[in-house]
């Protein structure tokens, strides 16, 4: 049996808890007034025109106009595409360096981190100066006569999305490599020994126990090529026009407030839907998993 | 310095469905020192840090002499406390450390160096003020932490499993110490440990905890040869519960009707050694175990096939190693190791 | 790991050569900016024919790029100051809470790290020019130092969660109340965690170009910001020299934290 408890001690515990949750109040403060309040600003842009009247007008506009499909497929082209290649290189990458032993794999890895270090501008120049018409690539290209004439590389979609690659690549790899270097390496040894080859050990082994990395580099990606702004600016040359870009010439050169928060709030939808699917996959795996376990 | 004597009244504190303090009431006197022990999960650690003022109980009253700390912020308690892990500063070296809660109060730069000197100087420190945290043994941590703990002079002292991480031969060192420290400073002290040779050597009083309760509260001695309940018995040492009717009386007289508790180092094989008045038990030898100053044997009693744990002196037991499994052993007790628990006494 | 695996010589040529390449892909567009910085034309040439320090002097004699600098640099200082205790205290109050609680204030406290900044940028902008605040400093503070509170806490929650709490407890046995037990005990032991993110908010700040393109302008603007508006419009080698630099600073900010964790 337990004496029922005492007022005044829970009212002394209810203060604690006051006292520890004040403490997060300037940082909720500021989150709250420069983060939260411009999503709802922009929510109520959205419904405002020009004079500061309630209209739907905006959604009509942007929902009818072919530009904003063709945004919204390109966001999701990009996004893909993008995914992909991480996954094509990143993985490859990541096995070979959680295999390097611990000390070259430090150094690898700091170089690995390099771009991530590095400004996204200065990135993005340094694509421009190898990518251009008259660029360090098409100048090897042309010179070694590989190519008569030199490539499109850059200003459409392929420097966007070289641009792009190169931005998540590394934070791609992050999870996949901290996921890879915990595996356990005499399960390498039991199923060779067990007579897999070293293609089998990689398939039924080393992927299903990194999938777990995998799926939240995957999800890193995601989260920020969508909303992607710089790269397609620069690269695309305003040829390759996601979501963001259209947000930021509907602002900056149409002085569309509405519109271009009607676009932002699809973003935010995309974002939302594709957040929901990979928590469902990932549900959806985990109760797979427990099943087979 | 004046101590203060300690009431706990009818305290409880549950964390969800789980009890962890299940209305405990205990009273410490001014300068005693007092063991709380018991199993992990008993909630002596609980006890003593709703003592600290880092557990709020969920009712009932704490006092310090006559004023009641209940809701007293823990910096206001005035109370010494000695954590498990020592819970030293590592970026203060070992006399910013024992000066601190000196500066806390204010204290003139001068007189708070002297007094941390002096306090160092009492657990044996001298000369070691100027190091780093890190450069000192485990020993050397523990009387650091000793030292800051007593240097401001605290009315109460609480100790929580200090010497758990220390090896045997310095434990043993400095349950001496600190016993010695306290009689010293008269100071009443708390100490919470699970190890019951610990509590036997340094007590005045135990307290044995299980299950957020308080079992029994008596001298080392009583705790020892006296155990209240079943599980008191057991966690004091190798212990016989033998059920009525297992026991005959050696002069022949009616045996107890009561459950017995028999210490595994009560018995003795030779009749001689035991009163006329006290108790055999007989058996055949399940086995038998060599343990350096002890021989360990174990009977299977007759009727039931009970079997107790008989434990007989290496320099007695001239006749133990020529026993055989299987062959039949008599053990005898003198009546006053034999204890009818109270718990079974209906 | 795949070490473990006997006899793996060839796949593992094959697989160290394909990491090389992704590696050279990684880091090619950095390097390739350092020898251009050093070219004495005005062409975008590699290798360069002649060198020369002339767009290190363009960029030092330019006043708009060295108003940049110092307003990227101030808004960086700016920026830390405010994240860092911010956030300091914020984890205090996660790590002691716990529970529910904890975890909705780190999910409302981590926000800004997952909307995209071009909709924090525009919806910055509306609230900002509602108050007549675009262009001014305060407004990209603002935005910088919502941006920084996460990253803060990204580093000092970790740290937290090892600090040995008992310490605490025994500070405030000892007498200290909740201000000097944090301000004594917590901020000293946590000095390093602290430093990391103090150079990692004012990196955010100093990398951050969403925000400053759309909120700083005129004097207010940032090197992002200019950077930006110069790729679009020309790009001479300049760029190239400020990238150099650029990326120096970031590498020695980035060198001072691992080396100062590891002593």
């Known amino acids: ?293 | 310095m004046e101590s203060l004597p300690i009431t706990i009244d009818s305290v409880s504190k549950s964390y969800g469905t789980y009890v962890a303090l299940d209305d405990v009431s205990l009273d410490i006197q001014a300068g005693e020192f007092l063991t709380l022990l018991g199993p992990s999960g008993s909630g002596k650690t609980t006890l003593l840090m709703a003592l600290a003022g880092f557990v709020r109980p969920d009712s009932g009253k704490l006092l310090l002499g006559d004023r009641d700390i209940t809701r007293l912020a823990p910096n206001k308690r005035d109370i010494g406390i000695v954590f498990q892990n020592y819970a030293l500063f590592p970026h203060m070296n070992v006399l910013a450390n024992v000066a601190y809660p000196l500066a806390l109060r204010k204290m003139p730069k001068a007189e708070a160096r002297r007094r941390a000197l002096d306090t160092l100087a009492r657990v044996k420190l001298e000369g070691l003020s100027e190091r780093n945290i890190a450069a000192l043994s485990g020993g050397q941590r523990q009387r650091v932490a000793l030292a800051r703990a007593i240097v401001f002079e605290p009315r109460v002292m609480l100790m929580d499993e200090p010497l758990s991480a220390l090896d045997k031969n310095l434990r043993e060192t400095m349950q001496y110490e600190i016993r010695r420290l306290h009689d010293d400073l008269g100071i009443t002290t708390i100490y919470v440990t699970h190890d019951q040779r610990e509590a036997l050597i340094m007590s005045d009083r135990i307290a044995v905890m299980n299950s957020g309760r308080i079992q029994q509260i008596d001298t080392p001695q009583r705790i020892y040869d006296r155990p209240s309940t079943r599980f008191v018995a057991e966690f004091m040492g190798e212990a016989n519960i033998v059920a009525p009717g297992l026991v005959r009386r050696i002069d022949g007289a009616d045996a107890s009707r009561a459950t017995l508790m028999i210490r595994a180092e009560s018995f003795h094989l030779d009749e001689k050694l035991v009163g006329r008045d006290g108790i055999a038990l007989e058996g055949t030898l399940r086995a038998k175990a060599f343990r350096g100053e002890n021989w360990l044997l174990t009977l299977a009693l007759d009727g039931g096939g009970q079997e107790v744990l008989v434990c007989i002196p290496a320099a007695l037991a001239s006749g133990c190693g020529e026993l055989a499994t299987g062959q039949r052993v008599t053990a005898y007790a003198p009546a006053a190791k034999v204890h009818p628990l109270p718990e079974t006494i209906a | 790991m795949l070490e473990a695996y006997p006899d793996n010589r060839l796949s593992r040529i094959f697989l160290w050569g394909f990491s090389a390449l992704v590696m050279a892909f990684l880091m090619l567009p950095t390097l390739v900016v350092v020898p251009l910085s050093f070219s004495a034309s005005n062409l975008l040439e590699f290798p360069p024919r002649a060198y020369s320090l002339r767009w290190y002097e363009t960029f030092f004699g330019s006043a708009t790029w060295m108003a940049a600098l110092r307003t990227s640099l101030i808004l960086g200082t700016l920026t830390a100051m405010v994240a860092v205790p911010l956030g300091l205290l914020a984890c205090i109050s996660i790590n002691r809470l716990g529970g529910k609680a904890a975890v909705t204030i780190q999910g409302v406290l981590l926000t800004p790290s997952i909307v995209p900044g071009i909709l924090l940028a525009i919806g910055l902008f509306f609230v900002l020019a509602a108050q007549r605040l675009v262009g001014t400093l305060f407004g990209v503070l603002v935005g910088h130092v919502v941006l920084a509170i996460p990253v803060a806490c990204i580093v000092l929650l970790p740290a937290l969660a090892r600090f040995d709490w008992n310490q605490v407890q025994a500070a405030r046995s000892l007498g200290a109340n909740w201000a000097r037990a944090i301000g004594g005990i917590i901020v000293p032991q946590l000095h390093i965690s602290l430093l990391s993110a103090t150079l990692m908010a004012f990196l955010t700040s100093l990398d951050e170009s969403v925000i400053s393109i759309f909120i700083s302008s005129g004097r207010n603007s940032t090197m992002p910001k200019l950077m930006f508006l110069s790729l679009r419009d020309q790009i001479d080698p300049t760029i190239a020299a400020i990238s150099t630099l650029w990326t120096a600073i970031v590498v020695a900010v980035v060198l001072i934290v691992t080396l100062r964790r590891k002593s």
């Open chain 1, 1 to 293: 049996m337990t004496a029922t408890a005492d007022p005044a001690l829970a009212a002394d515990a209810l203060r604690e808890r006051r006292f520890f949750l004040s403490l997060s109040l300037p940082a909720l403060f500021i989150v709250g007034l420069a983060a939260i309040l411009p999503i709802l600003w922009i929510i109520r842009q959205s419904f405002l025109t020009t004079g500061g009247e309630y209209t739907f007008g905006n959604y009509e506009k942007v929902l009818s106009s072919g530009l904003t499909w063709s945004a919204l497929v390109t966001t999701l082209e990009l996004s893909l595409a993008t995914l992909a290649i991480c996954i094509l290189l990143g993985t490859p990458l990541a096995l070979a360096l959680a295999s390097a032993r611990p000390r070259v794999a430090n150094v690898l890895m700091a170089f690995v981190m390099l771009p991530l270090w590095t400004s996204i501008l200065v990135r993005t120049y340094g694509w421009l100066v190898l990518l251009r018409r008259d660029g360090l690539i098409n100048a090897a290209l042309t010179g070694s006569g590989l190519t008569a004439e030199p490539l499109p590389l850059v200003y459409n979609f392929t420097g966007t999305l070289i641009g792009m690659v190169h931005y998540m690549l590394p934070l791609f790899l992050l999870p996949v490599y901290a996921a890879m270097r915990d595996i356990d390496a005499n399960l390498i040894r039991a199923s060779s020994s067990m007579g897999a080859s070293l293609g089998q050990v990689i398939r039924t082994v080393i992927l299903p126990l990194s999938a777990g990395g995998i799926f939240s580099g995957s999800t890193i990606v995601f989260i920020y090529t969508i909303g992607f702004f710089i790269t397609p600016a620069v690269l695309g040359g305003g040829k390759v026009n996601p979501l963001s870009t259209r947000i930021e010439r509907t602002l900056s050169t149409f002085q569309d407030w509405g519109s271009a928060s009607v676009l932002g709030i699809l973003l935010l939808i995309v974002m939302a839907m594709i957040g929901v699917m990979f928590l469902a996959a990932r549900r959806l795996s985990t109760r797979n998993g427990a099943a087979h376990a």
